[in-house]
């Protein structure tokens, strides 16, 4: 079992940051490959970022790439998303997702076995 507790959302302005972070417990955060998810008000769940257990292998969507850095502390279990020059479109909530038996971290939340319960963010005009 893998306990995720995500922080670090809030309303921001458009251009500006914010970097969530997700603490993890239980299960030994290392050994899982992470990943960074978002749903917006009457859309589907999207995927945002993933990092692979040891941090050397990121992933990113294309709509958030050059803009948002996810990376991870394995000293205190815990995963960041760095996201920088937000836009309106980027209002979801965001929710980080651990993976405990892939190799490579994937895009498909379908291999995500423990989900945290997410954290607001809001970009205003």
């Known amino acids: 079992q893998v306990q995720l507790v995500e922080s670090g959302g809030g309303l921001v302005q458009a251009g500006g940051s914010l970097r969530p972070s997700c603490t993890a417990s239980?299960?030994?955060?290392?050994?899982?490959?992470m990943g960074w998810f978002r749903q917006a008000p009457g859309k589907e769940r999207e995927f945002v970022a993933a990092i692979s257990r040891s941090g050397g292998v990121t992933i990113y969507a294309t709509s958030v790439k050059g803009r948002f850095t996810i990376s991870r502390d394995n000293a205190k279990n815990t995963l960041y998303l760095q996201m920088n020059n937000l836009k309106p479109e980027d209002t979801a909530v965001y929710s980080c997702a651990a993976d405990s038996g892939s190799t490579w971290p994937f895009r498909d939340d379908r291999q995500y076995d423990y989900w945290g319960q997410g954290t607001q963010v809001t970009v205003s005009l």
């Open positions: 239980g299960r030994t955060f290392s050994s899982c490959n």
